[in-house]
């Protein structure tokens, strides 16, 4: 069984930064990607940032592209969202998840955390 924990959301005015983590357990990871989602009130979840578990591959969305950064650390099994410039409309909550398909692609992930909110005052 494969559990995915979120944290460090919060409330931050625009401008600010905030980091997420999602410490993952159960079955080994290295053969997958992990990757960001968010979903703003009222909207679809979208593709936020992905990156293997080994390897140097990383992949963002269009809206955070330099402003997100997203990282790893193999020995904790835990993955990072650095949020930085922090726009109102980065508000959401943030899932993590796993997949071994296109990153952007919501559906192909077969594991999912509970989520976090993040929201950004103007």
């Known amino acids: 069984q494969v559990q995915l924990v979120e944290s460090g959301g919060g409330l931050v005015q625009a401008g600010g930064s905030l980091r997420l983590s999602c410490a993952a357990s159960?079955?080994?990871?290295?053969?997958?990607?992990m990757g960001w989602f968010r979903q703003p009130p009222g909207k679809e979840r979208e593709f936020v940032a992905a990156?293997?578990?080994?390897?140097?591959?990383?992949s963002y969305g269009d809206s955070v592209k330099g402003r997100f950064t997203i990282s790893r650390d193999n020995a904790k099994n835990t993955v990072y969202l650095q949020m930085n410039n922090l726009k109102p409309e980065d508000t959401a909550v943030y899932y993590c998840g796993r997949t071994t398909g296109d990153v952007r692609n919501g559906a192909l992930y077969g594991y999912w955390g509970q989520g976090t909110q993040v929201t950004v005052s103007s």
């Open positions: 990156i293997s578990w080994i390897g140097g591959f990383t």
């Open positions: 159960g079955r080994t990871f290295s053969s997958y990607f």
